[in-house]
């Protein structure tokens, strides 16, 4: 999938994920695709209830060898 931007957020816990997911999306604009690739397992749960609470889509999610990876379209 084609994207604007790419956040490493491997080795970190919640809730660093979403804060960081928050603040990078909060400089792309409307529209944009933000990459991220998470290692921690309750990121699954976070970045779907992250998505409902602001509005911004999360296109897809997928797990390969113990990394999650997710592409979330700015509102």
Known sequence: MQ???ELDARGLNCPLPILKTKKALADMLSGEILHV??????????FQAFSKQTGNELLSHEE?????EYYIKRK
């Open 3 to 5: 994207f604007t931007k």
């Open 37 to 46: 690739i998470s290692t921690d397992p309750g990121s699954i749960r976070d």
């Open 64 to 68: 390969n060898s113990k990394e999650f």
